[in-house]
Every structure is written in C-alpha cells, then in structure tokens.
C-alpha cells in the first residue's frame, strides 16, 4: 500500500485583535511562547509539506518553528482573513503533490497529538474532510483530501473554510482541547489549569 502524502499548514498570520496590543503568540504559556506549543506537539512526523503561515519571516516564534521542521510562508494578504492563509496552505500542499491537508491554528495548543492522528486516520480518501467540533460549531484543526485544494485556494476574507467545515466527518474530542487563546484571560485559564499535552 502506498504511504499517502501528507501536508500540514499552523495557521498564525491572525491580527490578535481580542488580546490587546500584544501578539498573542508570543505570549507565555507553560514556560514557552503560545505560538509554538503546536509545531512542537506535530513535530517529528513525516510530512511531504510543513509550513508555518505567518505574516512575517521575523516572528519570535520564527526559530522554535524551523527547528521543528517547518518552512515559514510569509502570507502577505494577512490583514483580509484567515481565508487567505487557508488558499496558501492549500496552494502549497498542491505544489508538494500532497494526498490529504492538515491545517492546525497556532492559538490552539491544548490539542494533542493524538487527536491530530485520528483526524489524519479519518480523511482516509481524496474526497474526505475530517473536523472538530465543539457542539455544532465545526471548526480546525481538520484535515482535507486533495480534491478539495482546489476550492481551499480560492478562499479570502475571514470566512476561512466554513462551507467545506460543514461537509466534514466530526472526529469526537473533549471541548477543553479545542480552546483557542483570543483573549489573555483564556491564556490566564490555561496557564493555572490544565497543563499543555505538548
């Protein structure tokens, strides 16, 4: 059987609006700055595509994402949306000739790299999109066969990948490894509660 190729994209181009005049990922968060708790817990995988979509090549984090193994992609639309880092992600794995796209957001680092597995596991087919899902909102991290790159590329704005989120296979996990840090008091909650699966 034929190993499928696998690309995998750490959205972190977002503006942190909600979390001040600071970037939020390069706040601390268990003794490490918040954007590489990610790269650190997807690490040592063998991906065909890894990339860090960023909106400078100079970001703090720069040096913990290389030395994980990720190229960094400079996306200069940043400011229209999450979308634009989404059509990147998706333009490269196309380049890299990949099977199935992970894509993963930097201000998420409660999620193990366990649930990143059974994500990959379920997207078993070019036409397969497998999501989390808190309730009814679906949400990355995810992961998208090839025949959906082609759609992935033409997103912009913040609308990311909604539509194509709401055709996906929910994968079940506990809500509390699916919080997103938009404001320091949630980064507050995670520093005193429960520790970082990475």
């Not at 190729?5 to 001040?20: D, K, P, Y």
């Not at 200069?76 to 992970?102: F, H, I, N, R, Y």
């Not at 929910?170 to 809500?175: A, E, L, Y």
Request: net charge negative; with cysteine.
């Amino acid at each position: 059987m034929i190993e499928a190729r696998l690309g995998v994209a750490i959205l972190a181009a977002g503006q942190s609006r909600r979390f001040g005049e600071t970037d939020k990922l390069t706040a601390r968060l268990h003794d490490r700055m918040l954007g590489e708790h990610v790269a650190r817990t997807l690490r040592g995988r063998d991906f065909s595509m890894a990339a860090v979509i960023c909106a400078s090549d100079a970001h703090p984090c720069a040096a913990v994402w290389r030395e994980c193994d990720f190229d960094i992609a400079v996306n200069p639309d940043a400011e229209q949306g999450m979308g634009t880092s989404v059509a990147m992600a998706a333009g490269l794995a196309m380049e890299a000739s990949c099977d199935k796209l992970l894509v993963a957001l930097a201000d998420m680092p409660m999620v193990p790299e366990g649930f990143y597995s059974a994500l990959i596991l379920t997207a078993d087919s070019p036409a397969s999109i497998a999501i989390s899902a808190i309730g009814d909102t679906r949400m990355p991290p995810a992961v998208f066969g090839s025949d959906h790159f082609p759609a992935l590329t033409q997103l912009h704005g913040d609308k990311g990948a909604r539509d194509l989120l709401a055709q996906g296979e929910i994968c079940p996990c506990p809500p509390e490894w699916l919080i997103d840090v938009d404001t320091p008091e949630t980064l507050a909650a995670l520093e005193t509660g429960v520790r970082s699966p990475s």
